[in-house]
């Protein structure tokens, strides 16, 4: 991913080839499933199952929780999909994971996650960093 968002809030995860991507989803998404039974999902237009982004939860060494994530392709960012996505990941890890609370990291301008994790009362602490 080459894109400028992408790699301002993820970082270059060095996919530079379609290899690299199927490489990427195996050793990340895929293996998180294997590890700890939730990972990302593939986020698709309703309407027409056009691939429009990912959406789900991570855990990360250092925290206690897992943590929401979402990307989306440029041309469907501000269209409500990633809030959408992300209170159906929050509702689904409460009530099939049993998940008490989902961290999320975020930055002021991210309001996407922030309006989610108040909406659903999911993520523990609401302290928002800059």
């Known amino acids: 991913m080459d894109d400028p968002a992408w790699l301002r809030h993820i970082g270059d995860k060095g996919m530079r080839t379609p290899g690299d991507a199927l ?15 939730f990972g990302l999902d593939l986020v698709e237009l309703k309407v027409d199952t056009t691939p429009i982004g990912i959406c789900g939860l991570i855990k990360r060494g250092p925290l206690m929780d897992a943590d929401i994530g979402f990307a989306f392709l440029p041309q469907f960012r501000g269209a409500g999909y990633a809030f959408e996505s992300a209170v159906a990941v929050m509702r689904d890890a409460q009530e099939s994971l049993a998940l008490k609370r989902i961290a999320a990291i975020v ?3 991210t309001t996407t996650i922030r309006s989610a994790c108040w909406k659903n ?9 800059a």
């Open 107 to 109: 930055c002021r301008r």
């Open 121 to 129: 009362s999911a993520c523990g602490s609401r302290r928002w960093s």
């Open 23 to 37: 490489a990427y989803i195996a050793n990340g998404p895929m293996a998180s499933y294997l590890r700890h039974g």
